[in-house]
């Protein structure tokens, strides 16, 4: 190597990965490294031109009653493709968390959904409650709620049918910005859920210390290939605390049969996954909820 660029840059390459890698003595900088880095910074540098030129886009994965067949909701997700490949959430999202741009992309998806909103209203078409996902990292902005009630109230969309989806948190600073949060969101009568319930680091004391409306069980708990007693009585556990403090559950990630009993039979019987429905196009949802029954 001579290029002064790459000598500096090659071992900051292997530190940033070192980092996320235990029990190592050393580490080398691989060709795949220095493609991801590429591949992050083209994404910091394309985000913004991305959001102007319309390359993102929101699909809609409806939540439907298992006891009617019946679609009771749907969450946005937020799609990238450019230059005709897709890229997926779970490569552009961390880079944009990491420097501090997923707010923008949040917001976005809201304004989307309440935008497709209008058009449902428009057409005469009986919408369901939407879900959007606002990241951990945006708590940290204290006029977020404020900016998301903006958004609902320009559409005139009913606050009833926005839910917003947070994560657990997984520290103390973050656990005392979404109270606030939460807070707020209540008092502005804008209904909110708890995503991935189980994945953070204190869940008891997210059910003991949040207001929230919705709970969301990790498919990490029933993407097994069988269930257990354990499962059994840790998941109903959960659903029980969860009804008992009047929390709506659902369950995401189903997609198998067995799966979808299991929930049933336990008192969860709001799905989410692709047993019913993979992500879906403005449209194909659409006819979705002007069927409403599967």
Not at 4 to 17: D, L, S
Not at 19 to 48: C, G, L, S, W
Not at 207 to 222: A, P, Q, Y
Not at 231 to 256: F, P, T
């Amino acid at each position: 190597i001579t290029d002064p660029g790459q000598i500096i840059g090659f071992p900051a390459v292997a530190i940033g990965v070192a980092k996320n890698v235990t029990h190592a003595p050393y580490m080398y900088v691989t060709p795949q490294m220095i493609t991801q880095i590429d591949r992050q910074k083209m994404i910091e540098e394309d985000f913004r031109t991305g959001l102007e030129n319309n390359e993102f886009s929101v699909l809609y994965q409806p939540k439907v009653d298992s006891d009617t067949n019946m679609i009771v909701g749907g969450e946005g997700l937020v799609r990238w493709i450019k230059d005709n490949e897709v890229i997926p959430p779970s490569e552009f999202v961390p880079v944009l968390e990491r420097d501090g741009e997923v707010g923008a992309l949040d917001l976005f998806v809201l304004e989307r959904v309440c935008q497709d909103m209008v058009k449902w209203q428009e057409s005469g078409v009986d919408y369901v409650p939407i879900s959007v996902n606002f990241s951990r990292r945006d708590l940290s902005d204290p006029f977020l709620a404020e900016q998301i009630f903006g958004i609902i109230k320009k559409y005139d969309i009913n606050p009833k049918y926005i839910q917003i989806e947070v994560t657990e948190t997984i520290d103390e600073e973050e656990h005392g910005l979404m109270t606030g949060f939460l807070t707020r969101l209540r008092d502005l009568k804008i209904s909110t859920a708890i995503d991935d319930f189980g994945s953070g680091y204190s869940s008891l004391s997210t059910l003991r210390d949040f207001k929230f409306s919705v709970l969301k069980i990790d498919r990490s708990f029933i993407n097994n290939d069988g269930f257990t007693k354990n499962d059994e009585i840790i998941i109903k556990g959960i659903i029980d605390m969860a009804k008992a403090l009047g929390i709506e559950v659902i369950v995401e990630g189903v997609e198998r049969r067995d799966q979808l009993d299991f929930m049933r039979n336990l008192g969860c019987n709001i799905i989410q996954g692709f047993f019913y429905d993979e992500p879906l196009t403005m449209e194909q949802f659409t006819a979705r909820l002007v069927s409403k029954v599967y």
